[in-house]
């Protein structure tokens, strides 16, 4: 199977200064990723290379088993995007006709049966609705477009804690459902370790450890002793 993500020392810099660097990762096909780091370590920057939204400077990177150039191979991966991924003056149904106008593979109905389930007024802007269903709107819009590989830069950090379990949970289901491959970013692990089977743990733009979950928390756990839930 191909893999979701490879990277060989791949760097990216801004003016003089590298805002990722000395990054190599091999994630085999099928996974959760998270990718979790302090500010400023370099998540949006790798998001960014993944989606050929940004070139690097140094290294290679390869998603879905090409590099992310070229009208065909982008269509396969969906972004969704830090800040403002939903247009505030725009209606929940306008940006499902927009994102129909705009995308060639688009799943009008997979858009229409989550904004049902999830209760969204069609006629209800964007800018008129909670941060939650804000970014429900934007996961919708995300998955209509029916990536396999969709990858989402802390969705979540603006959330208070239901939001992000409902958030996140809708996403876990969604993965299941669709097949898709998720590459998700967060500056808290609490948000990836129960949502995302894989963690690369970036800090200070350099990954400072990369594995599946269960094996890292495995080592976590040895290291500190049990883990108490509150
Ligand atoms: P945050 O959690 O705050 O979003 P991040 O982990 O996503 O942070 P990046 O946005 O990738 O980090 O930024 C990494 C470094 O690169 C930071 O020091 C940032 O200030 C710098 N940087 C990001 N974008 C640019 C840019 N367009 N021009 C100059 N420097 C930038």
């Known amino acids: 199977m191909t893999a979701v993500l490879q990277a060989q020392d791949l760097g990216k810099k801004y003016g003089r200064r590298w805002a990722l660097r000395d990054c190599t990762i091999d994630i085999p096909a099928g996974h959760v990723v998270g990718l979790v780091g302090p500010n400023g370590a370099g998540k949006t920057t790798l998001l960014k290379l993944a989606c050929g939204q940004l070139a690097p400077t140094s290294g290679r990177i390869s998603v879905l088993g090409g590099p992310p150039t070229g009208q065909a191979q982008l269509a396969r991966v969906g972004f969704v995007a830090q800040d403002t991924p939903t247009y505030t003056g725009l209606t929940v149904d306008e940006h499902l006709r927009l994102g129909a106008r705009l995308n060639p593979g688009w799943d009008a109905a997979l858009a229409r049966e989550r904004i049902d389930r999830l209760g969204l007024d069609p006629g209800r802007r964007a800018g008129r609705l909670s941060g939650g269903e804000r970014a429900q709107l934007a996961l919708t819009l995300g998955l209509a477009k029916r990536p396999e ?6 969705p979540v950090a603006a ?4 939001a992000r379990r409902e958030f996140l949970r809708g996403l876990m289901e969604a993965t299941a459902e669709h097949e898709l491959s998720v590459l998700l970013s967060s500056h808290l692990v609490s948000d990836l370790e129960r949502t995302c089977d894989y963690l690369i743990v970036l800090v200070d733009s350099r990954v400072r450890l990369a ?3 269960d094996e890292l928390l495995a080592t976590h756990h040895r290291l500190t002793g049990p883990r108490r839930d509150p």
């Open 149 to 154: 590989l969709l990858v989402l830069d802390e």
């Open 159 to 162: 959330l208070d804690p239901l």
């Open 211 to 213: 594995g599946e979950v």
